[in-house]
Structure formats: structure tokens, C-alpha cells
């Protein structure tokens, strides 16, 4: 690569990279607005310190990069990769202010937990956080679902050349229209209609339960938020054992499980195709494994008796499931009781529902359902083969927003998919064994971190080693990216350390 031709990539990359962190800049407003109305100084204080160094940040960046050039495929790829970083590092800054955070790489876990959607959190004395913080950590999840380059797209790239690239490097490759910027418009559309819906309906349930309606709205907003992303986050840290309610584990089971769906599927929904729902392959996909995952729950449960009737057993067993297979991470436990009562078969089918996760182009992370679909269809189309005489011609059809026939380019990128996610789970399970938590703790706490779940067995805290923190960090991002973004950049990076050693010798 010529030093010219990098310097201009750098500077594309630079560009939308400030216009993404304005974005994540502006989002400040609604914390700040928030400690305004309860006239909480000392955060409204952080929230425009933030607000004012992110805007500044992501408009130097702009206008260090502008150069009138247009974003080609690498640069929509890289660019994505490295605006999540940077809007980590600084979106941890009211984080930090705020007092409730051990470290600056406390507080960067946290941001990276919610931006992607994974709930693991480090905060200390989570009871006692202003709303105004609650606010900005279930807002950032909430973003992240959607995405905050869709953010972006919406907002300020427009139709610029190489918006597919920004939308697929954020773990996204469906178009509800051939337009990019009509789609991330139309994610918005779909998330904030079942926001307005979905605060009203909690906020109804928050005042049944006893909660005034100043608190009760803003447990049904942050609630909400947490649920529809598929986030985990919740301002109180007895999680959803807080509101002591079945209705309102209910409302959040409802709303955890259409979240994890396509957003592609939503939209078919709300035109009024709803027989998508039955004969799309990602909820077939989805109503498949969970069953059977259920089953082998249930079994391991109630084999150690540890509910003791129908109602706890759905209520404990099948709500954390649920929760695991969407990636949500909400919990109606206490994460000891998932190391010390759950046993060993119950234990699995959970770690193998977060590595599953939820749909393709949704809030949800894991394999995705498309996925798990193609590759249980690939193995039915080659045993087929192997059935059939040599000279017979095997064709494997599914539906997925209409019908498709299975292809090889299809199963080796669902297949290639599953095994980098396999590849960092590994590492994540390598790194918690080296910091000396058991095994079978290490490999559930490595399935939340890399499929975005947020159920932990309590290894998550402030007092687990930095190089473990920092290695749940990577798979968090690596696996709500799904790669291709990461590894655009990491190509990038090389054809710059090669184009330098070029031009020195």
C-alpha cells in the first residue's frame, strides 16, 4: 500500500469515526437532562463534562479526517471496529466521575458490556448510582442494540459510499429495503414504536406492584431498555428478584424473546405477514433448541430437586433459559445459585443456549438461529447425499423471508462464524482456568461474555484479575461484531505495517 493511498484511508476512517462518537456525544444530553430535573449537581456536572469532551473528541476527528473523500467497503469495515473503541473508552468517562467504579478499565468493561447489548457488570454499591448514571448505562444498551453505527447511519453518514459496510461491520446483514439508510432508519422506527409501547405497559405493572409513578416509569424506561436489547442491565442489584412479581417477569420475558427476533421479521409483523413467524428458519431454529434445551433443564433440576413445584421450576429454571437463549441476562436468581444448586446438566444446557443466542440481525449475540438453521440443514441436505445414489441431485430449501435454496458459500460462512465464536470462547474459558476459577465456572462465564448474554456464576466483579477483564472485553466486542469488522482491521493494520516497511527499505 502507498503512503499516500494510507494516509487517505486513515483519514476517511478518522471522519466517520468522529461523526459516530457526535453521535455517542449527543446521547449525553438525556442523563444530563435527567440530573437537571432532580437537581443532582455533582452529576449533571459529569454528564456535561462528558458531554463537552466526546463532542470535542468526535468533531477534531472529523475535521482532522475531512477530505471529501467517499467510504469504500474497508473503511465502513474498519471504521466500525475502531468507533466502538473509542466510544468505549470515552463513554466510560461519567463512569468514572461518578465514584462507583474501582478502575478506568472497571468502567470500560462496563460501557463495552452495555454498548454490546452483554449485561456483565462492575459497579460498586449499584443500589446507591443516581438515575442519572442508571440512565446512561441502560441507554448505551438500549443504543447498542440497535447499534451505534446504525446511529449513525441514520443520523449522519447518509447514503454515503460504503454504508454496507458500516451496517455489516456491526453484526448486521439484513435490509429490510435496498437503501442502507432507509434500513437503519426503519431499525429505529421498529425499536423506539416498541419502546413507547413497552415503557407504557411496565410502567402500568411498576405502579400495580407498589412502586410511585415517578420511580415506576423510570424502572418501566430502564427495564424496558434492558429488556428489548437483550441487555441484562438493571439499576438494582437484586436484578429482576427486586420487584418480587411473576406479572413482571412475565412482561420481561415477552419482550426479552421478541427482541431477540430479526428486525427483518418485525417489519414483515407489522405489515401484517405474521405467517412469517411460523415458517421463518430462525424461529424454527429458535423454538427447536429451546425446547429441547428446556427438556434437559427441566431434567437436570428436578433430578437434584431443586424446585420444589411446577411454578418455581418455570419461574427459576425456564425464565433463566429464556434469558440465556436470547442473550438477555436478566436473572431471577442469585448467580450463587446457579454454582452450587443448579448441578452439572442444567448448568450445560444454559451454557449452550448463550453460545446459541438469539436471530441474525437483531439486539441479540451467539451463533444466531440462521445459523444454528443452515448448519442442521447442511447436515440433512449431505446425509441425503450419502443416502442417495451417485448420481442424484440434492437441493436444500428453507425460509427466510422467503424461500431460499442452501448454498455451500452459505453453510462455510455460518460454519466459519461458528467456529472464531468457538475460538474465543475457548480463550475465554483458557483465561478464567489461568486466573484460577473452576472449569465448568469458566466456561459459563466465557458463553455470556462472548454470546452478550450477562448471566454470571459471580466471576464477573471488581476484584477479578485486569488480563481477565481485558480478555472479556475482546470477546464481548468480537462476538457482537461477529468478526468480519475485527479482521478487515487487523488486514488493515498489516498493509500499513508492510506499506511502512516498504517505504523505509
Not at 468514572?96 to 458490556?113: A, I, N, P
Not at 441514520?154 to 453484526?171: K, Q, R, T
Request: charged share 10%.
Amino acid at each position: 500500500m502507498k503512503k499516500n493511498d494510507s494516509l487517505k484511508d486513515m483519514r476517511i476512517i478518522l471522519y466517520y469515526t468522529g461523526n459516530i462518537l457526535v453521535g455517542v456525544a449527543l446521547l449525553n444530553i438525556i442523563p444530563l437532562l435527567t440530573a437537571l430535573i432532580e437537581r443532582d449537581a455533582a452529576s449533571a456536572a459529569d454528564f456535561t463534562l462528558s458531554l463537552g469532551a466526546t463532542l470535542t473528541l468526535g468533531a477534531a476527528l472529523s475535521l482532522l479526517g475531512n477530505n471529501g473523500e467517499r467510504a469504500g467497503w474497508k473503511h465502513g469495515m474498519v471504521t466500525v471496529a475502531f468507533s466502538w473503541i473509542v466510544a468505549m473508552v470515552a463513554a466510560a468517562l461519567p463512569h468514572w466521575l461518578s465514584g462507583h467504579f474501582g478502575s478506568y478499565l472497571d468502567c470500560v468493561f462496563d460501557v463495552m458490556s452495555g454498548f454490546t447489548t452483554t449485561g456483565l457488570t462492575l459497579v460498586q454499591d449499584l443500589d446507591h448510582v443516581s438515575d442519572s448514571l442508571n440512565m446512561w448505562r441502560h441507554l448505551i444498551t438500549f443504543v447498542g442494540g440497535q447499534g451505534i453505527v446504525v446511529l449513525a447511519l441514520a443520523l449522519f453518514v447518509g447514503e454515503a459510499g460504503g454504508g454496507y459496510g458500516f451496517y455489516v461491520g456491526e453484526g448486521k446483514d439484513e435490509r429490510l429495503f435496498p437503501s442502507v439508510l432507509h434500513t437503519a432508519k426503519a431499525i429505529w422506527r421498529i425499536s423506539l414504536l416498541y419502546l413507547v409501547l413497552g415503557t407504557l405497559a411496565m410502567w402500568i405493572v411498576c405502579i400495580s406492584i407498589g412502586l410511585n409513578t415517578g420511580r415506576g416509569f423510570l424502572h418501566a424506561l430502564w427495564i424496558f431498555m434492558s429488556s428489548w436489547s437483550t441487555g441484562g442491565f438493571a439499576p438494582m442489584s437484586q436484578n429482576m428478584l427486586y420487584y418480587h412479581s411473576r406479572l413482571f417477569e412475565l412482561v420481561t420475558f415477552i419482550f426479552f424473546i421478541i427482541g431477540s427476533f430479526n428486525f427483518a421479521l418485525h417489519a414483515a409483523v407489522l405489515k401484517g405477514e405474521r405467517k412469517e413467524l411460523l415458517r421463518n428458519l430462525e424461529t424454527m431454529s429458535f423454538g427447536t433448541t429451546m425446547s429441547l434445551l428446556s427438556f434437559f433443564t427441566a431434567w437436570g433440576l428436578v433430578r437434584l430437586h431443586v424446585y420444589p413445584n411446577l411454578v418455581a421450576l418455570i419461574g427459576k429454571g425456564f425464565y433463566q433459559l429464556a434469558s440465556a437463549h436470547t442473550t438477555t441476562g436478566l436473572m431471577t436468581i442469585y448467580p450463587q445459585q446457579f454454582a452450587t444448586e443448579w448441578g452439572d446438566t442444567a448448568l450445560l444446557a444454559v451454557i449452550i443456549a448463550m453460545m446459541f443466542g438469539g436471530s441474525a440481525c437483531s439486539t441479540a449475540g451467539g451463533f444466531k438461529g440462521l445459523r444454528v438453521g443452515i448448519l442442521f440443514k447442511a447436515l440433512v441436505q449431505d446425509t441425503r447425499r450419502l443416502l442417495g445414489t451417485s448420481k442424484s441431485i440434492v437441493i436444500q430449501k428453507y425460509h427466510y423471508h422467503g424461500e431460499r435454496t442452501l448454498g455451500e458459500q452459505q453453510v462455510r460462512s455460518a460454519a466459519l462464524v461458528v467456529l472464531m465464536y468457538m475460538g474465543i470462547f475457548a480463550m475465554g474459558t483458557l483465561a478464567g482456568c489461568m486466573a484460577g476459577y473452576p472449569f465448568l465456572l469458566s466456561v459459563f462465564e466465557s458463553a455470556s461474555a462472548t454470546g452478550n448474554v450477562g448471566l454470571t456464576v459471580g466471576l464477573s466483579s471488581p476484584s477479578m484479575p485486569a488480563f481477565l477483564k481485558i480478555v472479556y472485553i475482546f470477546n464481548m466486542w468480537a462476538g457482537r461484531l461477529e468478526f468480519m469488522a475485527i479482521l478487515a482491521s487487523m488486514g488493515f493494520v498489516a498493509s500499513l505495517f508492510r506499506g511502512g516497511r516498504r517505504a523505509r527499505a
